[in-house]
């Protein structure tokens, strides 16, 4: 329940790799962000928390580049929000796309911030039985997707005087049953976001970590039940207002929006209606 509704799909055996050749879905080079703007990279830029980050940032005035796997999605996101958004295809799993992606944004000028929005769960299996396949394809979205977008962005972040920003989870609080590799995964994140701040003590850098409980997104649950809609909808049955994708744009927008100097380390965002993974009020 009080898993993070995350951005981009991962499935258990072998990712889709994109052209390690990153461009704009359309073909087209990406576009440079005007004198002044402020360049965001957000990942799992094509649905969920994403997504709305990508709208959230675009509408409080900053340049968004958009990565994603997911061409189309991405192509539609441009059109949506027009020259403020940069996309690029590109799967953070995989070094040499995640690379030559990295090679298009810096060609684009300098980058305030990094937004590590990807990420997913798969299964709800005991620990006795759960497919290590499963297990290795979280670990290798949630925690060494970021790192690697995290370590090849981190000079150029310090040079604007940047944030690198994380989307964990409250599963990476606290552990429950049948979320072992999940909660494993958001556990590594998160504790990676923490010993990043303590090593960027005395650098011009902020590392922030935001921890959602439960959020509706149309994929997240899905993803994790292999398509299986009436699991999928159970997770969120009953509960009153469970948070939005926007409500997580929210909180990294005005964490963003604060000075350089004042770093948000951790912000723990449930609905009102739940008090932790096994205390959820449902009508």
């Not at 709208?55 to 580049?65: F, S």
């Not at 995989?94 to 090679?103: C, G, H, K, N, R």
């Not at 299996?125 to 790192?147: H, K, Q």
Request: proline share 5%; charged share 20%; aromatic share 4%.
């Amino acid at each position: 329940m009080t898993e993070q509704q995350t951005t981009q799909s991962v499935t258990p055996a072998a990712t889709q790799h994109v052209t390690p050749a990153a461009t704009s879905p359309a073909g087209q080079s990406a576009s440079q962000p005007a004198d002044g703007d402020q360049r965001a990279v957000v990942t799992g830029a094509s649905s969920g928390i994403g997504a709305a980050t990508a709208r959230a940032l675009v509408a409080d005035g900053w340049h968004v580049v958009a990565l994603a796997r997911r061409a189309e999605r991405l192509d539609a996101l441009a059109q949506e929000l027009g020259d403020a958004v940069e996309p690029i295809a590109a799967d953070i799993t995989d070094e040499s796309s995640a690379q030559a992606a990295v090679e298009t944004i810096l060609a684009g000028g300098p980058v305030k911030a990094l937004v590590n929005c990807a990420g997913g769960a798969i299964g709800k299996d005991p620990v006795a039985t759960a497919s290590i396949d499963d297990w290795r394809a979280m670990y290798e979205l949630n925690v060494l997707g970021t790192l690697r977008m995290t370590q090849k962005l981190l000079p150029a972040l310090k040079k604007s005087a940047g944030t690198v920003l994380v989307i964990s989870s409250t599963a990476g609080i606290e552990p429950y049953e049948g979320g072992a590799g999940y909660c494993a995964s958001k556990f590594a994140e998160r504790v990676m976001a923490r010993v990043l701040r303590l090593e960027m003590i005395g650098e011009p850098i902020r590392v922030v970590d935001i921890s959602p409980g439960m959020v509706h997104t149309d994929e997240f649950s899905m993803h994790r039940f292999h398509g299986d809609a009436a699991k999928a909808a159970a997770v969120y049955a009953g509960v009153p207002d469970p948070l939005k994708a926007e409500d997580i744009a929210e909180c990294v927008r005005w964490a963003l929006d604060q000075p350089d100097t004042v770093d948000i380390d951790s912000i723990v965002v449930r609905p009102r209606a739940e008090g932790s993974y096994t205390k959820v009020f449902r009508k």
